[in-house]
């Protein structure tokens, strides 16, 4: 496989990032703000489970870390595994939390863009759940 096209969604969160990290890297609590995952995650051994727009998927986490990686992969009925990069980095007194949006042999883009702003408001919603 080529290498495939890379970009990067960044949002500024005012909160530490320890708090953002603990918050963000509990598997129960992405439903309330990714939301491909709203229907929520089930655990199934090491992994968890969620059903949505793209059936039924495996998502496996890795660790929880000192270094605020909070990378997870999603394995989709198909037998497609989408590698997603995501962290949190602290900025002064807050943070800024990053995601690695790859664009997968196929795709538009249009559909590259869409995959975007639907990362860019998950990323709003977890800010918005932060910084209350």
């Not at 496989?1 to 909160?15: C, E, G, L, P, W």
């Not at 090491?46 to 495996?58: C, K, N, P, Q, Y």
């Not at 270094?67 to 007194?93: C, K, M, Q, W």
């Amino acid at each position: 496989m080529s290498i495939m096209s890379a970009k990067i969604v960044h949002i500024s969160i005012d909160r530490d990032w320890r708090d953002v990290y603990d918050f963000a890297s509990k598997p129960e609590n992405m439903p309330l703000w990714a939301s491909g995952l709203a229907s929520g995650l089930e655990p199934d051994g090491e992994d968890w489970i969620a059903t949505g727009v793209l059936g039924t998927v495996r998502v496996s986490f890795v660790p929880p870390n000192e270094f605020g990686v909070l990378d997870h992969t999603v394995t989709i009925e198909s037998g497609l595994r989408v590698y997603n990069a995501l962290r949190v980095v602290p900025n002064g007194d807050g943070c800024e939390v990053m995601f690695t949006l790859l664009r997968l042999p196929g795709m538009t883009d249009e559909q590259f863009a869409a995959d975007a702003a639907h990362v860019r408001k998950d990323l709003e919603a977890l800010k918005n759940l932060m910084e209350i």
